[in-house]
Nanobody
């Protein structure tokens, strides 16, 4: 019912920048918190940043001052601007969105919590 599609990953040299996007589509009534996570090889998935519908943000200590999360509520899209990238930022980046589906034309339906398929970010030294 709700799909998340990420884009923007790739290979970049240390010190470079990338911008990730994640667009939500489907039967959406509202989206509350949107977030980016990452998972490096052999590691557990970790939270990178979150943003609420009211645009309050929160960041992992490892990315504070380098990454910026933002969202366009009209487009149901969340972004992650990543600057001053380091080799340790190499990971698969996943977006996550939670909210409510639409029931009929105007009613709020069931809650949802979905993940995107992931996009690879590789930072070379």
């Amino acid at each position: 019912q709700v799909q998340l599609v990420e884009s923007g990953g790739g290979l970049v040299q240390a010190g470079g920048s990338l911008r990730l996007s994640c667009a939500a589509s489907g039967s959406i009534f509202s989206i509350d918190t949107m977030a980016w996570y990452r998972q490096a090889p052999g590691e557990q998935r970790e939270l990178v940043a979150t943003i609420t519908a009211g645009l309050h943000t929160n960041y992992a200590d490892a990315v504070k001052g380098r990454f910026t999360i933002s969202r366009d509520n009209a487009k149901n899209t969340v972004y992650l601007q990543m600057n001053s990238l380091k080799p340790e930022d190499t990971a698969i980046y996943y977006c996550r969105a939670g909210g409510f589906t639409r029931y009929g034309l105007y009613s709020r339906g069931a809650p949802f919590d979905y993940w995107g398929q992931g996009t690879q970010v590789t930072v070379s030294s």
